[in-house]
């Protein structure tokens, strides 16, 4: 099954090389970068504020400009105010395919997303 997953991941285009994927939970992050921008691509960072400003620090060095959250609840509030005052723009992303990016000139997500729950 790993060598199907593999070969299929091959065959999608890379639409955004440069952007990061995060799955925001109470406790853990689980982020992935390309496969091509570290070793170890897939990594999960504790929820403290060190371990947000590692996190940072690794998407950075991995050539991070941008990336998609997707969260359940308020968790995702710290992480995307720590990355975007790094210079990441950071976009949060429902499981109900509604995508709401926050805006670099503002530095802060659209107020409306803290009213919605899944």
């Known amino acids: 099954m790993a060598k199907r997953s593999k070969k299929r991941s091959e065959e999608l285009p890379t639409l955004h090389p440069d952007a990061a994927g995060i799955d925001v939970g109470a406790s853990e992050l689980f982020v992935a970068v390309s496969a091509d921008r570290d070793p170890q691509p897939i990594r999960s960072f504790p929820t403290f504020t060190r371990d947000l400003n590692a996190l940072a ?3 950075q060095q991995c ?8 969260s359940t609840s308020v968790y995702w509030i ?3 105010q ?10 949060l992303v429902k499981r109900a395919t ?3 990016c926050s805006r670099q000139e503002t530095g802060s997500p659209p107020a409306d997303q803290h009213s919605h729950h899944d």
Do not use: Q
Not at 63 to 70: L, P
């Open 57 to 59: 620090d690794w998407l």
């Open 63 to 70: 050539g991070i400009r941008s990336g998609a959250m997707e």
């Open 98 to 100: 509604r995508k709401e």
């Open 78 to 80: 710290p992480v995307h």
């Open 82 to 91: 720590i990355l975007e005052s790094r210079g990441l723009e950071m976009c």
